[in-house]
């Protein structure tokens, strides 16, 4: 299959979250199981301190506002030669410190910023004679590629027969944006209506995504379930349960190349279920780089975007309890500002037991999944989630919220099967902090029995979440969006 693929982030490229890692591992597994795969993506200054070199390839006229804009083209390629990389180069937009806003804040042209993407892609990757059968955009970013396909390139003969998936990867990121922007997309005014892109008197982007693909998919097979319901739905629950019959759930891989204690060059020592000495080693040298003592006690990771998706209040509320026992919890994170100061000032309080890092930090988040005993991650909602299956691989026993993405892969610990359990983790299900605290206090339980714990770790450690599983579960979305009656 000839597919063309279209995100705003991928690894090593660009990266604020786990949308990067799927967008940077799925197109190489897909070439790897002999598809034709293109990647799109905008062109960020910060693309050039990494190691992806890129070349200026053409320029592209895109229909701007009433007249035309010229942007630059520029390709290279991914996963060692076996994907193409199309990047949208637009300086006044992309070349920027942030990817979608600095600060805290979001830019307040990203309507601007996204529309000009999607419609250079829908420019720059006709290849004559050979229509994609396969447009594959990722959330809202790239949502409008998908209706302009429908729309716009409907009668084009370099899109002729070219099906669309669109993949949800957050539904509480929907891009809304004023009315006042409608005309920057170039769409028609026919197609802002309530069935459309209209959404309470906004523009809607996702939306976009949502009624104008064949297909669609999210990232878990119980977040599919949940986004038809107002409690996950964000709103759009109605939409998508007129399209129930087109949603699937597909549980995201993880890449085994980055994430493997056998091999993570950014690891002090490198270790494996059958020798774990290794994270030992890993521990203390955790231990000694965030400044806590260097001793044996149990240790609790937290590597997060710091937003209220992922439960963070929950865990500002339970620490000072937690921090009560005999533990210690090393926290990266970076976001929310009030969330910021109010780890900081529990680190300031604590620091003996809480070291926080407020950054982003690749290296150090492979350190923590190392280093530390249990992963906490107690998110509210999670369309898939991505470190607590980095967790697993990394023998860290993740403690989770019983949704989504993480009741999918987690199987939780009960106290009254022992033998022949297949637990990997522990889950709780009300988002509420005592309820939260109490399944910390019987992770902690369980951590003194040597051999339980001895389990939970290997057992975690021998899962298979390989992104190959998932990328045939792709392959037979995209089959089944040529194959589906438009
Ligand atoms: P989400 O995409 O919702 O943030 P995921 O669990 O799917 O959640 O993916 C998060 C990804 O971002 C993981 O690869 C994680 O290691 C990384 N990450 C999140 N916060 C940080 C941080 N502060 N520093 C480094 N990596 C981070
Ligand atoms: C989103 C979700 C996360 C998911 C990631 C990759 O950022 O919040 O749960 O793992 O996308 O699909």
Sequence with gaps: MNILMLASEA????????????????????????????????????????????TQASKVQIPWRGDRLEVGVETGTLGGGAVPLICIRYDPFFARQGI?????????????????????????????????DILHAHDWQAALAVAYLKTLYRNDPAWAGTRALFTIHNIGYQGHFPVSTYDTTGLPWSEYTPERLE????????KGGLVYADLL?????????????????????????????????VTNGIDYNVWNPATDPHLP??????????????????????????????????????????????????????????????????????????????????????????????????????????FLMPSRYEPCGLNQLYSLRYGTVPVVR???????????????????????????????????????????RVYRDKDEWAGLMQRGMQQDFSWQRSAKQYVDLYERALAVEV
């Design 199 to 206: 959404y309470y008197g906004q523009v809607n982007l996702l």
């Design 11 to 54: 690894v090593p490229l660009a990266k604020t979250g786990g949308l990067a890692d799927v967008v940077g591992a799925l197109p190489v597994e897909l070439a790897r199981l002999g598809h034709d795969v293109r990647l799109a993506l905008p062109r960020y200054a910060g693309i050039e301190s990494t190691s992806v070199k890129l």
């Design 402 to 444: 019983k949704t989504g993405g993480l009741a999918d892969t987690v199987v939780p610990y009960a106290p009254d099967v022992r033998s022949g359990s297949a637990a990997t983790g522990f889950s709780f299900e009300k988002p509420e902090p005592e309820v939260l605290l109490s399944t910390m206090f019987l992770a902690l």
């Design 269 to 374: 020592v490198r270790y494996s279920a059958g020798d774990l000495s290794g994270k030992r080693e890993c521990k203390r040298a955790l231990q000694a780089e965030m400044k806590l003592p260097v001793r044996d006690v149990p240790l609790v990771g937290l590597v997060s975007r710091l937003a209220f998706q992922k439960g963070i209040d929950l865990i500002v509320d339970i620490l000072p309890k937690l921090l009560g026992l005999d533990v210690q919890v090393v926290a990266l994170g970076s976001g929310d500002p009030s969330y910021q100061t109010l780890l900081a000032g529990l680190s300031a309080r604590y620091p003996d037991k809480l070291a926080v890092r407020l950054a982003f930090d690749e290296p150090l988040a492979h350190r923590i999944e190392a280093g530390a005993d249990l």
């Design 217 to 249: 998919n999210t990232v878990s097979p119980t977040y599919a379930r949940e986004i038809q319901t107002a409690e996950f739905g964000y709103g759009l629950e109605g939409v998508l349960q007129t399209r129930k019959d087109r949603l699937f759930g």
């Design 100 to 132: 979608y806003g600095e600060g805290g804040r979001d830019y307040p042209d990203n309507l601007d910023r996204f529309v000009l993407f999607c419609r250079a892609v829908m420019e720059a990757c006709k290849q004559p004679g050979r229509p994609p």
